[in-house]
């Protein structure tokens, strides 16, 4: 079964960055199109960004940015590693919330919660002003 597992996250001030991780175990990322998602206090979780599956490094993938996430966090995959990534950068208070990575397993870029199959149990980013 697919297990993912979020990594990264942290305290940080408005403006710094942090990278998070999803990393799988129990089956490879062959496949998955992956998600990343937050649920901030109080709020429902919402889509930050997505990439579809390649099957070679050269392939294009297609991604989505959420407009509050737009140029500021980039998303990437490593398929060797079974590893995807969050780069994010210039923070801001309002990005505090637990990320979570998902998977989804037709390949295919998905923004809605139901298009995933598979979900890790999140990690928390507190942005301070």
């Known amino acids: 079964q697919e297990q993912l597992v979020e990594s990264g996250g942290g305290l940080v001030q408005a403006g710094g960055s942090l990278r998070l991780s999803c990393a799988a175990s129990?089956?490879?990322?062959?496949?998955?199109?992956l998600g990343w998602f937050r649920q901030a206090p109080g709020k429902g979780r919402e889509i930050v960004s997505a990439?579809?599956?390649?099957?070679?490094?050269?392939?294009?993938?297609?991604?989505y940015y959420a407009d509050s996430v737009k140029v500021r966090f980039p998303i990437s995959r490593d398929n060797a590693k079974n590893t995807a990534y969050l780069q994010m950068n210039s923070l801001k208070p309002e990005d505090t919330a637990i990320y979570y990575c998902?998977?989804?397993?037709?390949?295919?870029?998905?923004?809605?919660?139901?298009?995933?199959?598979?979900w890790g149990q999140g990690t928390q980013v507190t942005v301070s002003s």
């Open positions: 998902a998977c989804r397993i037709d390949g295919a870029l998905g923004l809605k919660e139901v298009q995933y199959h598979y």
């Open positions: 990439i579809s599956w390649s099957a070679t490094s050269t392939g294009s993938t297609s991604t």
């Open positions: 129990g089956r490879t990322f062959s496949g998955c199109g």
